[in-house]
Structures are given as structure tokens and as C-alpha cells.
């Protein structure tokens, strides 16, 4: 089967750094995605890997190893407004995307 | 601004009675995608166009149809809604399927069955 792992819920502090990771097991390979979701509200698209190595794009950076099934979302100087959840999704070889359930970020003053 | 629009944002329907949600896309893409999610559940697609082709996911049930009568709108209908059909109804957009296959989302169709 096909699966997407992230921890469910992560809590950090404003201001500081914070880690989100995803592992993968898919039917092939055509791109990772990070969504951001706010609760209530439709996701957001936050950044596209599909090449190894790190994409940067202002506070957020996203990771991919394809030889090890991972990758991570890294979200700098962490800001209330960046509470939400963060869904990781992957194409599969017939380019439908795969979900995972999402990790809930708590930022705490 | 092109966007993903969906109506209405909020609805409630009665156990069993018809109901059919919208979307529209300013933004000229040939796929449109019907997701539903749960609290705290990933999405889970229940159909996508590519431009006139509808394809169904094995695991969508009967009670759920869609429309796409044009490049722009979508439509969604739940025939005999349970209560476990209470949702959120997330209608999503693609240039395509490969290269261009960002996902981009509506704000949502919330559903409650009474």
C-alpha cells in the first residue's frame, strides 16, 4: 500500500525554529508537496521538491531524500500566525497525490 | 485575481435531501479536483476532470456524482446525504496533471446533515 507519515502534533515557541518531517512509501515518484492549512480553511500550497536537496523560500525550506522516502518542512523564526497544519502530499507514478493526515504546529508565545 | 471560488461556504441539508455544491475557476486549468475532509483527517479525492474526462476513485460511493458542464465550473451532488457525509468539500485546480500539477484550493464547502 501507499502511505505518508508525519507526527500528528508538534509544538514550538515563537521565534524559534521547528522541524516538520515526512516519510513516504509510494508507487513511484513525481513530487513531494507541503501544504499549509489553517484550521477551517482550504490548504494552501507551500513549496514543490522534486529533485534531492534543499528549496528555500523565505522563512520556509523544504527537503528531499528520494533514496530514503523523506523529507522535511523547515520553518524559521516562527510566528502565532504559523500555527496551523501542514500536510504532506506525494505524486505518485500515475500522478495522483497521496496525503498524509497532516502535523498540527502549535506556536506558543 | 485568478482564483478558486466555491458556494456556498457554509450548508445544511437534511438526512436524505439532495444537495449540490459549486465551483468555479478563473484560472484557465484543465483538471478540477472534489476532495472531502474530516477533522483532522488528510483529504481524500473522490473524483478530478481532466478537461472533459471524468475519472472516479474506486472507493467513491454511488451517492456521490459530479458535473462539469465547461472549463470553468464544477459541481458537486451527494443524492442522499448521510451523516456521515458532514464534511468539508475542498474543489481544487491543476494546469495538469504532470509538470504543471500544482494543486490549488478553494476556500471549502463546510456541510452539515441534520
Not at chain 1, 11 to 27: D, F, H, L, R
Not at chain 2, 1 to 18: C, E, H, L, S, W
Amino acid at each position: 500500500g501507499q502511505n505518508i507519515d508525519q507526527p500528528t502534533e508538534m509544538t514550538a515557541t515563537e521565534g524559534a525554529i521547528v522541524q516538520i518531517n515526512c516519510t513516504y512509501q509510494t508507487s513511484g515518484f513525481n513530487g513531494l508537496f507541503w501544504y499549509q492549512q489553517h484550521a477551517g480553511e482550504a490548504p494552501t500550497f507551500l513549496s514543490y521538491n522534486v529533485l534531492d536537496g534543499l528549496e528555500e523560500k523565505g522563512r520556509f525550506s523544504s527537503f528531499l531524500s528520494r533514496s530514503k522516502g523523506y523529507s522535511y518542512l523547515l520553518l524559521k523564526e516562527l510566528q502565532m500566525k504559523d500555527s496551523a497544519s501542514y500536510l504532506c502530499a506525494v505524486r505518485d507514478s500515475n500522478y495522483q497525490l497521496i496525503w498524509g493526515a497532516g502535523t498540527k504546529l502549535i506556536i506558543k508565545p | 485575481d485568478a482564483m478558486v471560488i466555491q458556494n456556498p461556504r457554509y450548508q445544511v441539508t437534511q438526512f436524505g435531501k439532495p444537495v449540490t455544491l459549486s465551483c468555479s475557476q478563473t484560472l484557465n486549468h484543465n483538471v478540477m479536483y472534489w476532495y472531502q475532509q474530516k477533522s483532522s483527517q488528510a483529504p481524500k479525492l473522490l473524483f478530478h476532470y481532466y478537461d472533459k474526462d471524468f475519472n472516479n476513485e474506486a472507493d467513491t460511493p454511488d451517492n456521490f456524482q459530479s458535473r462539469r458542464p465547461n472549463t470553468s465550473f464544477c459541481f458537486l451532488d451527494i443524492r442522499s446525504p448521510g451523516l456521515g457525509d458532514a464534511a468539508m468539500y475542498l474543489c481544487a485546480t491543476s494546469r495538469d496533471q504532470e509538470g504543471g500539477g500544482t494543486q490549488y484550493f478553494g476556500p471549502g464547502t463546510r456541510l452539515l446533515v441534520l
